[in-house]
Nanobody, 126 residues
Framework: QVQLVESGGGLVQAGGSLRLSCAASGRFFSNYAMAWFRQAPGKEREFVGAITWSGGSTYYADSVKGRFTISRDNAKNMVYLQMNSLKPDDTAVYCC???????????????????WGQGTQVTVSS
């Protein structure tokens, strides 16, 4: 059974930084791409970033490129999202997700992920 637990959210002023963490349980964590998605009230779930199973490649939404960095530590079964230069538009619930199939490059659509965490709230004040 795979469980994903996010932490690190909170309230921050515009221009500030936060680091989100995602702790994964279950076997073969290092075989799967991982991603972060976010969902703001009244909006659809949005892709934020993904990282390949090895950590060798990363992918980002245009809206966060250059500000957010995704990383992973396969020895600790952890995925991270470093968020810098935060904007009010970044306010959302952030969830980590594990890819449906092993050894994929880092899909960007929710249907390609089948395990999800409960999410952590990020609020950016202006």
């Amino acid at each position: 059974q795979v469980q994903l637990v996010e932490s690190g959210g909170g309230l921050v002023q515009a221009g500030g930084s936060l680091r989100l963490s995602c702790a994964a349980s279950g076997r073969f964590f290092s075989n799967y791409a991982m991603a972060w998605f976010r969902q703001a009230p009244g909006k659809e779930r949005e892709f934020v970033g993904a990282i390949t199973w090895s950590g060798g490649s990363t992918y980002y939404a245009d809206s966060v490129k250059g500000r957010f960095t995704i990383s992973r530590d396969n020895a600790k079964n952890m995925v991270y999202l470093q968020m810098n230069s935060l904007k009010p538009d970044d306010t959302a619930v952030y969830c980590c997700a594990r890819a449906r199939y092993s050894y994929t490059l880092g899909p960007t659509t929710p249907k390609d992920y089948n395990y999800w965490g409960q999410g952590t709230q990020v609020t950016v004040s202006s």
